[in-house]
């Protein structure tokens, strides 16, 4: 099945850094990726539509200067938290779509094990 | 009202019961309705996902889709201890645009 793979799946860096993460599409094209943002004992938070060859999309209240997108090819897609503080530690999760349309799972999502960051 | 309604439990069943997990929704457009499974400190890992409607099942997972009620289901047969995680229902609509929406998860502990 599709897999989504995410590097590193675990940081810690000190506050005024930039971190990146990476998510990887193996043995399929991903289009369009989503990064999503999770904190403890809570459901995932959109943060951003990730689109190959375009700007990503921003959730409403999510800072585009501070979570910078790339989609650069149809396999990756990275994640910068830039000048990090401790209020952007988080669980980190990328994902894509499994399918294409119809009963395939156009719209059903399959995703990366997630990157936990800590900010000191 | 939340779009998507899941009681986040704790639900605690011994091992070899069935589990029922179960979310409604208000959002009569939804059309894709899926399952994922979440260990802590892990992404979540898809179970599941019925488009449209009905019944469809994959060894001890079943999962019933029930528009009409605007209620789905997700049922865990011989449950074990390693099903013991969080368990998130998504919906979304279709077209490629659509975004998933979650239910906030149900935790599930499956004791020996």
Redesign the interface.
């Known amino acids: 099945g599709a897999v989504v793979s995410?590097h590193p799946s675990w940081v810690i860096c000190k506050s005024g850094t930039s971190v990146k993460i990476e998510c990887r599409s193996l043995d399929f094209q991903a289009t369009?990726m989503?990064w999503y943002r999770q904190f403890p004992k809570?459901?995932?938070m959109?943060m951003a539509?990730s689109n190959e060859g375009s700007k990503a999309t921003y959730e409403q209240g999510v800072e585009k200067d501070k979570f910078l997108i790339n989609h650069a090819s149809l396999t990756l897609s990275t994640l910068t938290v830039t000048s990090a503080h401790p209020e952007d530690s988080s669980?980190y999760?990328c994902?894509a779509?499994?399918g294409t349309?119809?009963?395939s799972?156009?719209?059903?999502?399959?995703?990366?094990?997630?990157s936990?960051l800590t900010v000191l | 009202q939340k779009e998507v309604e899941q009681d986040p439990g704790p639900l605690s069943v011994p091992e070899g019961a069935i589990v029922s997990l179960n979310c409604t929704y208000s959002n009569s457009a939804f059309q894709y309705f899926m399952w994922y499974r979440q260990y802590s400190r892990k992404g979540p890992e898809l179970l599941m996902y019925t488009y449209s409607s009905g019944n469809k099942e994959d060894g001890r997972f079943t999962a019933q889709v029930d528009k009409s009620s605007k209620y789905i289901s997700l049922f865990i047969r011989d449950s074990q201890p390693s099903d013991s995680a969080t368990y998130l229902c998504a919906m979304s609509y279709t077209g490629t645009a659509s975004k998933l929406t979650f239910g906030t998860g149900t935790r599930l502990q499956v004791t020996l």
């Open positions: 995410q369009t989503f809570q459901s995932l959109l539509t669980f999760i994902s779509r499994l349309g119809g009963a799972g156009a719209n059903v999502l399959t995703f990366g094990a997630g936990r």
